[in-house]
């Protein structure tokens, strides 16, 4: 099988291009790069293929050889023309095509042999989508002449056309079926006839497939509508503005390539006045966005201006990001307050002072539907200085007080993952699975007080089960040399990290390590072991609770989960902490101000009490369903 798919070219640009799979999946190979295709269709023989490619705004047809490997062109059209449909006759080198030029439709048959074409309809009437009868003797295709689509049938011995359909709310021709056994039963004959199988509307939100008999013929009737009422079908308005418009020579200073940083355009920006009545500081706080017009370049910043204390209470993060060339970069400067998180029993809040440089490649690695590749990599300077240290004197477990200090890392990451589009991703996915490797190092250069190394490798997948039930499986393993900052520590958390997501942007994640459901501590080492099982069941719907239309819950699932790991130090693994955790919980979508969280309200406790009423545990998260 051949098809088209939306795939990466050429500085990044996502354009369709053909791939050929074989039909039970297998062997999945790329044909084209960056062509802009569309309507593959194979030769009589099954050895060439036809198909549509588009260069500047022009389509031609293209015809691909897989004995020589060769590509030739076999029509030279010009200026605005496009391709909509393209059959190969069954069993000639004849093809049908759909041209649209400019404002004309019309169906054309292109003779490969000798190049001539023929066209085989009006070009005043809207008639696309070609389908050859089984033998090639008629051609099916699709007419808006009526305002709705209807279906017709052109036949070639005798170059007369027929209507095959004549409904109000339109059909649409999918294919020809040939005649065989398959619909005996429904049509009542001995040899069933030859099928047109068509798409109509049944209402505003539902479609349906029909198979009528091929050499139907509808009536073609015209109605008589009195003038009152259709006058105004003739009404022009009094001056109509052309569709094109000649350039005035007066106007037009100078002649380029278009450069899109010079493009960069003003979006938005909004600033207001604050007042921070627990210190006295007041200012002037604000953000600005500006776009390339083709998003090749994002500029972005946020921050506020203190008056008060200008260099000790103003703050700034500023964002560029390019997508002009084949991977994404971009650029972040900051000092501001920011990586909130709890640590201990408080909330650690750090001023960051420095800037990330962020490389990201996709890969067009074993292309497969839903499925993305990339590796990225982000070099990091940055000045850390924990904010109320005197909080974190005294903190539980091995914890030890968060240091400040100036840092110079660098993190590598590999990511391939299958996400499917799903309305209810955020708490209930169907199916998916995903494989992160990263590796981030830290070394004691440009001023840094840090020197580290750290692995971590960790992956998912979706198991499906009754209806749909899933059973959900993470892992992760993480492996640390060296000495990070202690709120950068390897282990378990006592609390869940938070994500919080943003429309179009990656969403926010305090915290990173992981937690054991049933278990309130911190378990510190160089090296961790963590998996976790759910077997997640929808609960409902929707919850049908809604606040001023602000607060919304919805779709809501029930999970049994075991969570599972340890933590140690070093080769002495006998030497680890292990815990074990079991419960249930309840995940809900939250819209919160037009922004949709995954949050869960569990009960756990460590599977060494289940059955008694020690160390039970409710607690609430907020996170999504897939750790990634």
């Given at each position: 099988m051949?098809?088209?798919r939306r795939?990466?070219?050429?500085?990044?640009?996502l354009?369709?291009?053909?791939?050929?799979?074989?039909a039970?999946?297998d062997?999945?190979r790329?044909?084209?790069?960056g062509?802009r295709?569309s309507a593959p269709?194979?030769?009589?023989?099954?050895?060439?293929?036809?198909?549509?490619?588009?260069?500047?705004?022009?389509?031609?047809?293209?015809?691909?050889s897989?004995?020589t490997?060769?590509?030739v062109?076999?029509?030279d059209?010009?200026?605005?023309?496009?391709?909509?449909?393209?059959q190969?006759?069954?069993?000639?080198?004849?093809?049908?095509l759909?041209?649209?030029?400019?404002?004309?439709?019309t169906?054309?048959l292109?003779?490969?042999?000798?190049?001539?074409?023929?066209v085989?309809?009006?070009?005043?009437?809207?008639?696309?989508?070609?389908?050859?009868?089984?033998?090639?003797?008629?051609?099916?295709y699709?007419?808006?002449?009526d305002?709705?689509?209807?279906?017709?049938v052109?036949?070639?011995?005798?170059?007369?056309h027929?209507?095959a359909?004549?409904?109000?709310r339109?059909a649409?021709?999918?294919?020809?079926?040939?005649?065989?056994?398959a619909?005996g039963?429904?049509s009542?004959?001995?040899?069933p006839?030859?099928?047109l199988?068509t798409?109509?509307?049944?209402?505003?939100t539902?479609?349906?497939?029909?198979?009528?008999?091929a050499?139907?013929?509808?009536?073609s009737v015209?109605p008589k509508?009195?003038?009152?009422?259709?006058?105004w079908?003739?009404?022009?308005?009094?001056?109509?503005?052309?569709?094109q418009f000649?350039?005035d020579?007066?106007?037009?200073?100078t002649?380029g390539?278009?450069?899109?940083?010079s493009?960069?355009?003003?979006?938005?920006?909004?600033?207001?006045?604050y007042?921070a009545?627990?210190?006295?500081d007041?200012?002037?706080?604000?953000?600005?966005?500006w776009?390339?017009?083709?998003?090749?370049?994002?500029?972005?910043?946020?921050?506020s201006?203190?008056?008060?204390e200008?260099?000790?209470k103003?703050?700034?993060?500023a964002?560029?990001?390019?997508r002009q060339?084949?991977?994404?970069?971009g650029?972040?400067?900051?000092s501001?307050?920011?990586?909130?998180?709890i640590?201990?029993?408080?909330?650690?809040?750090?001023?960051?002072?420095g800037?990330?440089?962020?490389?990201?490649?996709?890969?067009?690695w074993?292309?497969?539907?839903?499925?993305?590749t990339s590796?990225?990599?982000r070099?990091?300077?940055?000045?850390?200085?924990?904010?109320?240290?005197?909080?974190?004197?005294?903190?539980p477990?091995d914890?030890q007080?968060?240091?400040?200090?100036?840092?110079?890392?660098?993190?590598l990451?590999?990511l391939?993952?299958?996400?499917?589009?799903?309305?209810?991703?955020?708490v209930?996915p169907l199916?998916?699975?995903g494989?992160?490797?990263?590796?981030?190092?830290?070394?004691?250069?440009?001023?840094?007080d840090?020197?580290f190394?750290?692995?971590?490798?960790?992956?998912?997948?979706?198991?499906?089960?009754?209806?749909e039930?899933?059973?959900?499986?993470?892992?992760?393993?993480?492996?640390?040399?060296?000495s990070?900052?202690?709120q950068?520590?390897v282990?378990f958390?006592r609390y869940?990290?938070?994500e919080?997501?943003?429309?179009?942007?990656?969403p926010?994640?305090?915290?990173?390590?992981?937690?054991?459901?049933?278990?309130?501590q911190?378990?510190?080492?160089?090296?961790v072991?963590f998996?976790?099982?759910?077997?997640?069941?929808p609960?409902?719907p929707?919850?049908r609770?809604?606040?001023?239309?602000?607060?919304?819950?919805?779709?809501?699932?029930?999970s049994?989960?075991?969570?599972?790991?340890?933590v140690?130090?070093?080769?002495?693994?006998?030497?680890?902490?292990?815990?074990?955790?079991?419960?249930?919980?309840?995940?809900n979508?939250?819209?919160?101000?037009g922004?949709?969280?995954?949050?869960a309200?569990?009960?756990a406790q460590?599977?060494?009490?289940?059955?008694?009423?020690?160390?039970?545990?409710?607690?609430?998260?907020v996170?999504?369903?897939?750790?990634?």
């Amino acid at each position: 099988m051949v098809f088209s798919r939306r795939s990466r070219a050429q500085h990044g640009s996502l354009v369709d291009d053909l791939f050929i799979v074989d039909a039970d999946g297998d062997d999945e190979r790329r044909l084209t790069y960056g062509r802009r295709t569309s309507a593959p269709t194979f030769g009589p023989e099954g050895n060439r293929l036809a198909f549509v490619a588009t260069e500047d705004g022009t389509a031609n047809v293209f015809v691909r050889s897989f004995e020589t490997g060769r590509t030739v062109p076999v029509t030279d059209y010009e200026g605005d023309v496009q391709i909509t449909g393209l059959q190969w006759h069954p069993s000639r080198d004849t093809l049908a095509l759909a041209r649209v030029e400019e404002v004309t439709r019309t169906l054309v048959l292109h003779d490969l042999g000798t190049g001539a074409s023929t066209v085989l309809t009006d070009p005043d009437v809207d008639d696309r989508r070609p389908v050859w009868s089984p033998n090639g003797t008629h051609l099916a295709y699709t007419s808006l002449r009526d305002g709705v689509p209807n279906a017709f049938v052109y036949d070639l011995a005798t170059d007369t056309h027929r209507r095959a359909t004549h409904l109000v709310r339109g059909a649409t021709v999918h294919d020809w079926v040939p005649a065989d056994s398959a619909f005996g039963a429904d049509s009542g004959k001995a040899t069933p006839d030859e099928a047109l199988v068509t798409a109509t509307a049944l209402s505003k939100t539902r479609d349906g497939a029909f198979r009528i008999p091929a050499g139907r013929t509808a009536r073609s009737v015209e109605p008589k509508v009195p003038g009152q009422y259709d006058d105004w079908t003739t009404t022009e308005p009094p001056r109509t503005i052309p569709q094109q418009f000649a350039p005035d020579p007066s106007l037009i200073e100078t002649r380029g390539d278009y450069d899109a940083l010079s493009n960069l355009t003003h979006r938005a920006s909004l600033a207001l006045p604050y007042y921070a009545p627990s210190d006295g500081d007041w200012g002037i706080t604000g953000v600005t966005s500006w776009s390339e017009p083709l998003g090749k370049h994002t500029f972005n910043a946020v921050g506020s201006f203190s008056f008060t204390e200008p260099d000790d209470k103003s703050e700034i993060v500023a964002s560029y990001l390019n997508r002009q060339l084949y991977p994404t970069i971009g650029l972040t400067l900051f000092s501001a307050s920011s990586s909130a998180r709890i640590y201990g029993n408080d909330l650690l809040v750090e001023d960051r002072t420095g800037g990330d440089l962020t490389v990201r490649w996709p890969l067009d690695w074993r292309v497969a539907p839903y499925v993305s590749t990339s590796v990225s990599t982000r070099l990091r300077y940055a000045d850390l200085d924990p904010l109320d240290p005197e909080e974190f004197r005294s903190l539980p477990g091995d914890l030890q007080p968060p240091r400040a200090g100036q840092q110079a890392s660098l993190r590598l990451q590999f990511l391939r993952r299958k996400k499917p589009p799903y309305r209810h991703t955020i708490v209930h996915p169907l199916d998916g699975w995903g494989l992160r490797l990263r590796a981030t190092g830290a070394a004691e250069v440009l001023g840094g007080d840090s020197s580290f190394l750290r692995g971590d490798v960790a992956g998912y997948t979706l198991l499906p089960s009754v209806g749909e039930h899933r059973l959900f499986l993470y892992g992760r393993l993480q492996a640390q040399t060296g000495s990070s900052f202690p709120q950068d520590y390897v282990g378990f958390s006592r609390y869940d990290a938070i994500e919080l997501p943003l429309p179009g942007a990656v969403p926010i994640t305090l915290g990173d390590a992981e937690r054991v459901r049933g278990y309130r501590q911190y378990v510190l080492g160089n090296r961790v072991a963590f998996g976790s099982v759910e077997y997640r069941m929808p609960f409902a719907p929707s919850l049908r609770t809604e606040v001023l239309g602000l607060v919304g819950l919805g779709k809501t699932t029930l999970s049994l989960f075991v969570d599972g790991g340890m933590v140690w130090s070093g080769a002495d693994i006998r030497g680890g902490v292990q815990q074990l955790g079991t419960g249930a919980e309840l995940k809900n979508a939250l819209r919160l101000f037009g922004v949709r969280i995954g949050h869960a309200l569990g009960v756990a406790q460590p599977t060494a009490q289940v059955g008694t009423d020690d160390e039970v545990q409710v607690y609430y998260r907020v996170q999504t369903a897939l750790p990634f």
